[in-house]
């Protein structure tokens, strides 16, 4: 936050949970609640789930968000603390972090988009396994990848979904993103791959009459996938807020001897 401002104006938004509806009326009872266009930062009150909404809705905004942890998973967010908030709101260290764009070529001729924070999956729709072409910046780097799905996973992300199917943990300002199989029959012993940040990814349906995927950009499906192009927007860039030796940094260290 801007050291010279001494009451940040708050806009609060929360989930559905319960405990994320009596949080934000004491905190909007305490610190007010103002119009989203006149805030200067964004409180979200809830788990990882509402966090990647606000971000979704907030592309162009360039205003930080910080999260508090009143959802499931909350990863990505704050303890949740009433008091106090406007000095963790001043004291917090900020982490930029772009976001993929996923550009789905569906088999009706349709073209979808959508941006993800924690990754871009591609998963079978039906009980027979995918058939999977994977390119990299154009260049054939696996002719057929027969599997459950397969993902591109950012840093931030790389504790989600990533981490489920045993892919690595990349640290924040690693300058990579992870290409991790799901359940892969052939090649079985292939565990995945570690990808410039720049590298533009290229997941082709080989099949996609008797064995269609969806493709899902974090809470974004899209059905009847045939071929998907992955690759970070650099153009989008979104601010979180953590509190000082809590950021993201610290918690992928920690992650990994938990």
Not at 65 to 73: C, D, I, K, L
Not at 155 to 175: C, D, F, K, R, V
Not at 237 to 255: A, N, Q, V
Request: charged share 25%.
């Amino acid at each position: 936050m801007d050291p010279m401002l001494l009451q940040p104006r708050i806009h609060f938004v929360r989930s559905d949970a319960p405990q994320a509806v009596a949080a934000c009326e004491g905190l909007v009872a305490r610190y007010g609640q103002t119009a989203l266009h006149d805030a200067d930062v964004i409180v979200a009150l809830g788990g990882d789930g509402l966090m990647l909404e606000v971000l979704q809705a907030s592309r162009r905004d360039p205003r930080p968000v910080y999260g508090m942890h009143r959802g499931t998973v909350g990863f990505l967010m704050n303890d949740y603390i009433e008091e106090g908030l406007m000095e963790r709101l001043m004291a917090a260290e900020a982490a930029v972090i772009n976001p993929l764009k996923m550009t789905v070529e569906c088999d009706d001729g349709e073209i979808r988009q959508a941006h993800a924070i924690n990754e871009v999956s591609l998963l079978r729709e039906r009980h027979q396994a995918a058939k999977i072409r994977i390119l990299i910046d154009g260049k054939e780097r696996m002719s057929e990848l027969v599997c459950d799905g397969v993902m591109v996973a950012t840093p931030a992300g790389s504790t989600a979904y990533n981490y489920s199917a045993h892919g690595p943990i990349l640290p924040i300002g690693a300058e990579i993103l992870a290409l991790t199989p799901i359940s892969a029959f052939r090649p079985r012993r292939w565990r995945g791959a570690l990808l410039p940040r720049h590298a533009r990814v290229t997941l082709e349906c080989l099949d996609p009459e008797r064995r269609p995927v969806s493709a899902t950009a974090d809470n974004v499906e899209v059905r009847g996938a045939y071929k998907v192009h992955v690759e970070l927007d650099p153009a989008i860039s979104h601010t979180l807020l953590f509190d000082p030796g809590h950021g993201l940094e610290e918690r992928l260290i920690r992650e990994q001897f938990a």
